[in-house]
């Protein structure tokens, strides 16, 4: 069996990332999310264990000083990271993982993951991002502004990404994001691993057309 693939997805905080993970997620088998932890509190509607595990300071420190995460960073004010085993076991059973990191555990996880593939995720504009931002209510004023200023480092990243997908249409972005992973899997390499029996490729050497 061959390994499944790493795709990794960025944008600035509003572009609308978590939305069209959660779609994708809903619409494709053997893709899962690598549920990353954070030191953020969580938001009314977010759950333990499926779109973060909120841990404290000094969990976070612990699990840094036990190697644990595959790529860490501090995003905005908070800490988050990848967890190692959790992705490396998916990945070795032949699951496409998607990871959902900022553009500084980006970086990290290309180092070593040379293979993985990247996607950005733009808003059409700045003040839609500022619009979706406030519209969805879950930071202050000043959190808010936080994530605006770091949005304007975070863009010019996106040269560094191999797929881009502005989100205007939530469907066109949808249908783009997902066309680019199942492009993903029709690779040769992959195809020649998984999907196909060279021997029925061959003719039969008794056949008409072998004499
Ligand atoms: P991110 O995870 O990138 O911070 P979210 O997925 O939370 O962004 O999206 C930010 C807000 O914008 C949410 O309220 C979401 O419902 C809304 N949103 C996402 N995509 C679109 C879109 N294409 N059109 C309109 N609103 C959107
Ligand atoms: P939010 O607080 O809005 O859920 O996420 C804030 C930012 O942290 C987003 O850019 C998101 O991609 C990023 N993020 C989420 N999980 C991780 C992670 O495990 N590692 C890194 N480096 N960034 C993450």
């Known amino acids: 069996m061959d390994r499944g693939d790493l795709f990794i997805i960025s944008a600035p905080s509003g572009a609308g990332k978590t939305t069209l993970c959660s779609m994708l997620l809903d619409s494709l088998d053997n893709l899962e999310f690598s549920v990353s932890h954070t030191t953020r509190s969580p938001r009314p509607h977010e759950v333990h264990g499926k779109d973060y595990f909120f841990v404290t300071e000094e969990e976070f420190e612990r699990l840094i000083k036990e190697d644990a995460f595959l790529e860490w960073a501090r995003v905005h004010e908070n800490f988050y990271g990848t967890g190692r ?13 998607v990871l959902d990191i900022d553009v500084q555990g980006a970086r990290q996880v290309r180092e070593k993951f040379p293979g993985a593939i990247t996607i950005f995720i733009l808003p059409p504009s700045w003040k839609v991002l500022e619009e979706r931002l406030m519209a969805r209510g879950s930071e202050d004023r000043e959190r808010l502004k936080v994530r605006l200023q770091n949005a304007l480092k975070e863009i010019e990243e996106v040269t560094n990404y191999h797929y881009t997908v502005v989100n205007d249409k939530l469907d066109l972005a949808f249908n783009q994001l997902k066309s680019i992973i199942l492009a993903e899997r029709q690779k040769t390499r992959r ?21």
């Open 191 to 211: 195809v020649l691993t998984s999907e196909i029996d060279l021997e029925a490729l061959k003719p039969d050497p008794n056949s008409w057309f072998m004499a």
């Open 85 to 97: 085993d959790q992705v490396l076991e998916k990945l070795s059973k032949g699951i496409d993982v």
